[in-house]
């Protein structure tokens, strides 16, 4: 038996969708967002990672693009890295 996974906190769902918290407020708002799955006393909201792994998947919102990217090529350099020059 596979045991269920936790349900995500808005904090979480910024996380899964790399976006800003605030941003992740902002995406619960609209009415593509899927609905909590539950509501804590507090008024906190609760979502399944499915689900929000499933709106992440169709929709388009690019948020922080990832901290792994390449550096940009050094000016000057057509192979992209330090001193790589091609002569011929």
């Given amino acids: 038996m596979i045991a269920p996974r936790p349900l995500l906190t808005a904090a979480d769902c910024a996380d899964l969708l790399g976006v800003k918290r605030r941003q992740a407020q902002r995406l619960a708002e609209r009415e593509s967002f899927p609905k909590p ?30 901290t792994n990217y390449p550096p940009p090529p050094t000016p000057g350099s057509p192979c992209g890295g330090p001193g790589l020059f091609l002569s011929f």
């Fill in 37 to 66: 799955y539950a509501v804590t006393p507090s008024g906190m909201r609760l979502w399944r990672p499915e689900d929000v792994e499933r709106y992440a998947l169709r929709s388009r919102h690019p948020g922080r693009p990832p």
